[in-house]
């Protein structure tokens, strides 16, 4: 910080990174609780010689800078922290008077504490504040970023695993990746590979985490828990009732990425690719950005906090917030190609399906929204959660109908078939029209297979049609339909 920007910033009130003291000839008591709250958050400067006076500082100068230079730096070597640090002095002359700065850089390690570890502080606006009980552990667990998923638990084994979810991940490496499906390797031989057990056969936590049983989850991980609520306004007051979708707990990670999934593809516009799997294939849609927001939140969540992740669907936005802290600061995401997952073995499954980026934290991807879509994303970041959250447009009739009584997503849709279908849902109906003209004694189950969505929004979609008088059912069956067109009014 050069003079001039100095000057500069004792134009304005301090900041979460600049903090003004007087210290005329000691330096003041309090001075250590802003050094552990810098460390402890994004860092920051401590400038002496400085009065503040309400809104306005004063340069009231230092009498002898070199030795409080002395005595700062020997505090910070000392036993007084938990931890060695560090910091870069400078000394500026402003109207005669010597003022001295600091810099006191983030630190790698938290938290940073002087004392006793009652004694964490972290930087709220512009002030110092004890970090809580809770915030402390958050700390602490951060140290073990893309560690601690990584350990193998003793006495386990790949029986704990669920069976049925493990043999869907090998079949969709089958269908997707070939070079790294391990066709020929027992599950054994396929789990130590790809780190879901060690050398030992000992399941790891991310293994575990990604296809474990529920019941052996939580012996282990009692916090796993995730969740996707959906809600009939802009917010929880606003609604009429609290949700109309909340998703079932699932067995593990595997299981909620594909509920998930079909509830987000319900939301957006995207082409009618389908490959066996419901997946679009090299599709830039809206879909893949919702998809590689999702697929982050289940490789970065911190499974052992408390705090669990969540994604709420509103009527104007969706939003992801993720427990655990993002691992680098928010306004460096995508300046880096650096990639740092919180639980790397979760992450490399998630890659080696083609389910998510290989290089970098996809924001690139994640930014896209905006152009895709004409509506915002934002990132927000706190330290024990994050959140990113993506505009949605809905016309006031599919707003009327966006989350019903079933819990499907969707508008009405209305006006003369051709006319304007407003959203997935309309786009969906207008496929199922486009099938049963094509196939006029399809059955539903032959709607599922050739539009990739779930038999309980077919048949949701179905029972709109009847009810608009696009079609009616034909036959002794219940799943054939004949198409009849709408007469214009």
Known sequence: MTKDDLLKRLQDIEWDDFEVKAAKSDLPNNIWETVSAFCNSSGGWIVLGVAQQGKQYEISGVNNAEKLEQDFFSSLRSQKFNAILTARAYKYMIEGKTVLAFFVPSSLQ????????????????????????????????????????????????????????????????????????????DDNLF??????????????????????????????????????????????????????YRIPEQENIWEYYHVMIKRLRLLVDTPFKINNEGVAVDDDSQFMVL??????????????????????????????????????????????????????TIAKLFRFAK??????????????????????????????????????????????????????????????????????????????????????????????EKIGIAPSAIQKHLEILVKDGYIRREGKTKTSYWLILKKED
């Not at 991310?206 to 802009?234: C, S, Y």
């Not at 669990?308 to 917030?321: A, L, Q």
């Not at 499907?408 to 049963?436: C, D, F, T, V, Y």
């Open 291 to 344: 998809r590689e927001a999702l697929v982050n939140m289940l490789m970065h969540t911190d499974h052992f906090n408390p705090v669990h992740s969540c994604i709420r669907i509103y009527t104007n936005r969706v939003e992801f917030m993720n427990a655990g802290s993002f691992p680098i600061p928010v306004e460096r995401l995508g300046t880096s190609m650096m990639s740092k997952p919180r639980n790397p």
């Open 355 to 448: 389910l998510a980026e290989t290089i970098g934290f996809g924001i690139d991807k994640l930014k896209s929204w905006k152009q895709l879509t004409g509506n915002d994303i934002t990132f927000y970041g706190e330290r024990e959660y994050v959140c990113l959250t993506f505009g949605l447009i809905r016309t006031d009739e599919s707003i009327n109908e966006t989350l019903n009584e079933s819990g499907q997503i969707g508008g009405q849709m209305g006006g003369q078939m051709g006319g304007q279908m407003g959203g997935q849902m309309a786009k969906s109906r207008s496929e199922i029209l486009n099938q049963i003209i094509l196939n006029q004694n399809i059955t539903r189950k032959e709607l599922v």
């Open 110 to 185: 938290k938290p940073i504490y002087f004392n006793t570890p009652t004694n964490t502080f972290i930087r709220c606006g512009s002030g110092d504040q004890r970090a809580t009980h809770t915030e402390i552990a958050a700390m602490f667990r951060e140290q073990s970023f893309g560690i601690r998923s990584e350990l193998a638990i003793p006495d386990t084994h790949i029986g704990l695993l669920n069976q049925d979810s493990l043999h869907a991940y090998r079949n969709y490496l089958n269908a997707f990746n070939l070079l790294v499906a391990y066709v020929d390797y």
């Open 191 to 244: 789990c130590e590979k790809l780190g879901i057990t060690d050398e030992k056969g000992f399941l790891t936590y991310a293994g575990l985490l990604m296809f474990g049983k529920t019941e052996v989850i939580h012996r282990h991980v009692p916090t796993f828990w995730m969740d996707l609520i959906e809600v009939p306004g802009n917010s929880v007051q606003e609604a009429k009732t609290r949700y109309t």
